[in-house]
C-alpha cells in the first residue's frame, strides 16, 4: 500500500497514492532523459517542476 493519499478529480476520478507514485516515477524519468548528465541535480529537478506548475496554471487541459 502506498503511503501516499489518494485524490479525488474534479470528474469524480480517484487516483489512488500508487497511481500518483508510479505517475511521479514517470515524470522524473522523463525529465532525466531530457538532462545532460551534467545537470542532473535535485536543484535542476524543482526548478524545472515548479515551472511546470506555472506552465499549467495557464495550459488548456483537454478532458
Given at each position: 500500500?502506498?503511503?501516499?493519499?489518494?485524490?479525488?478529480?474534479?470528474?469524480?476520478?480517484?487516483?489512488?497514492?500508487?497511481?500518483?507514485?508510479?505517475?511521479?516515477?514517470?515524470?522524473?524519468?522523463?525529465?532525466?532523459?531530457?538532462?545532460?548528465?551534467?545537470?542532473?541535480?535535485?536543484?535542476?529537478y524543482?526548478?524545472?517542476?515548479?515551472t511546470?506548475?506555472?506552465?499549467l496554471?495557464?495550459?488548456?487541459?483537454?478532458?
Amino acid at each position: 500500500m502506498s503511503p501516499y493519499t489518494s485524490i479525488v478529480c474534479s470528474n469524480g476520478y480517484v487516483m489512488d497514492g500508487q497511481e500518483i507514485l508510479d505517475t511521479c516515477s514517470k515524470a522524473l524519468e522523463a525529465i532525466e532523459k531530457e538532462l545532460p548528465e551534467e545537470a542532473r541535480f535535485y536543484e535542476a529537478y524543482v526548478q524545472i517542476l515548479d515551472t511546470c506548475k506555472e506552465v499549467l496554471q495557464t495550459k488548456k487541459i483537454v478532458l
